[in-house]
């Protein structure tokens, strides 16, 4: 049974679904008015573990992600510039061209971590009608009203607006507070604007009609008009870095349960932050680390996917270049041992043995999951005394969670391997071959080069056309 730790009952619970036949799970998304840096990702890798997860036990799984391109200000406090506006003005872009370039980017980057994409990707834009439907009711119902131009939300009216405190109320009280002109309109400290048509900001880009006036929708309503869209009434499973439990799921509680007038979410995940020597990664401070530049330093993508999982989503983390070229020696040092194995006499696979190496591994899992110690699952895997097609047909079975491209690393440092074993006499005849091809192409003769190619694969050499030249691999 798959248990998993709930930030707004504090324990660890059994995951029950509301309705077996289709698990719904929310994702809170990028921001997209810059790169995603490495700690938004980690959020996104450790989500991608449940969804992996949930899918590896069966569960039909619908998962739904926001992409916010309006609304995010540069205060959780609704005051502030709408971060997609300073982005714009950065780059001296229009807000739309900002959100398509950086949502790209974004997908982009899950793609290379193997972050599969969610079933329903919905941009906050895209659903206007969506919010001021939700904003309406919630006006009817009592639950919001109308200040100095904008629409908020009551929080004195819910019967318990703090959910996830772990925290002094006080305390959060004084995080919105902070540095924040005090906005008179309020009735609460903690009260949150749902439609804006009054911001300090007169040159907001992206303005809408509404019936109180044209304006904007202030952050936290996406997520509950986007989820409730698509997912209904009734959710999961809700994810999010722990940045966002207050003030953002904190009100996304509040605002959707006083429009359906039932609990909303089962389930509230939170990933710990990635943290740096000078404290926590984010976009507008400190050091802007990316997929990109990892990559332009020589780092694997999945090596910091295997870094993350390493380390449990609960604690915070703590990244380093050095902590990173551990991982990524560690990472080497399994696809080199997997490597071995695809040399090895394969023997069959061991159903039995198989099985008592999933059920370990699905232990871990359902540990709240403990990704590390999945990942020691498969270390002992390797260990026992199983056939190498046993061990192998592990490998397979746990990287469909783990993600780790560990077979296809395996498998083409194999191919190299194999390489570099050819005897030189051959290597020069196939090189030779693939230059007399090339010359027959070239000449128009495609009989003579497929005859070539066909010597050559008689002979166990088959020939890979690629977009750099011809390259090829011993079959035999
Ligand atoms: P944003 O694009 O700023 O809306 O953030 C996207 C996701 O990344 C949210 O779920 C945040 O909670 C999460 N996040 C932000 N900073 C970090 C960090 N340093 N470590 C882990 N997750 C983070
Ligand atoms: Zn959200």
């Not at 009952?9 to 998304?29: A, L, Q, S, W």
């Not at 079933?119 to 639950?143: M, R, S």
């Not at 405190?165 to 002109?181: I, M």
């Not at 332009?296 to 449990?312: A, D, I, M, T």
């Amino acid at each position: 049974m798959l248990k998993l730790y709930n930030s707004a009952t504090r324990e660890r619970e059994d995951f029950i679904p509301h309705d077996p036949k289709m698990v719904t799970m929310y994702t809170c998304g990028p921001t997209v008015y810059h790169y995603a840096h490495i700690g938004n990702l980690r959020s996104y890798i450790m989500e991608d573990l449940l969804d992996r997860y949930l899918r590896y036990l069966g569960y039909p799984l619908k998962r739904v992600m926001n992409i916010t391109d309006v609304g995010h200000l540069s205060s959780d406090a609704d005051t502030g510039e709408d971060k997609m506006l300073k982005g714009a003005k950065r780059e001296h872009k229009t807000v739309m061209e900002i959100a398509r370039f950086y949502t790209d980017a974004f997908f982009e980057d899950c793609r290379k971590l193997n972050i599969r994409r969610p079933d329903v990707v919905e941009p906050a834009t895209h659903c206007i009608g969506e919010f001021i439907k939700v904003i309406k009711k919630l006006l009817e119902l009592g639950y919001a009203y109308q200040a100095g131009g904008n629409i908020y939300f009551d929080t004195s009216k819910p019967e318990k607006y703090y959910i996830f405190n772990d925290y002094n109320e006080e305390d959060l009280a004084v995080g919105v507070r902070e540095g924040v002109e005090e906005d008179s309109n309020k009735r609460n400290k903690t009260d949150f604007v749902l439609w804006f048509t009054k911001s300090k900001f007169e040159d907001q880009e992206l303005k809408w009609n509404s019936p109180w006036g044209v304006g904007y929708p202030g952050w936290h309503i996406e997520c509950s008009c986007i989820s409730m869209k698509h997912l209904g009434e009734y959710l999961d499973i809700h994810c999010g870095g722990i940045d966002n439990a207050f003030p953002h799921h904190t009100n996304e509680i509040a605002q959707s349960e006083a429009y359906l007038g039932h609990k909303w979410c089962g389930h509230w995940m939170h990933v710990h932050h990635l943290n740096t020597n000078s404290g926590k990664m984010s976009k507008s401070s400190g050091e802007f680390l990316t997929v990109s530049l990892l990559e332009s330093k020589g780092y694997n993508p999945l090596v910091y996917r295997f870094f993350c999982l390493n380390s449990h989503y609960r604690k915070s983390l703590m990244f380093s270049y050095e902590n990173l070229d551990n991982a990524a020696a560690a990472y080497e040092k399994l696809v080199s041992k997997i490597c071995s194995l695809m040399g090895e006499q394969q023997g069959t696979v061991e159903e039995e043995k198989l099985e008592k190496m999933k059920d370990t591994f699905k232990e871990a899992l359902d540990n709240d999951l403990n990704s590390s110690l999945a990942i020691t699952a498969l270390y002992d895997a390797l260990k026992s005394d199983a056939t190498a097609a046993t061990k192998l047909a592990a490998v397979k079975d746990f990287d469909r969670v783990l993600m780790l491209g560990l077979l296809d690393a395996a498998a083409k440092k194999y191919g190299e391997q194999k390489q570099n074993d050819i005897p030189e006499e051959l290597r020069v005849e196939i090189l030779s071959a693939i230059d007399r091809r090339a010359q027959a192409k070239k000449e128009r003769n495609f009989a003579l080069a497929d005859k070539i190619r066909d010597e050559l694969k008689e002979k166990g050499v088959e020939l890979i056309d690629t977009r750099e030249g011809t390259d090829f691999r011993l079959t035999k």
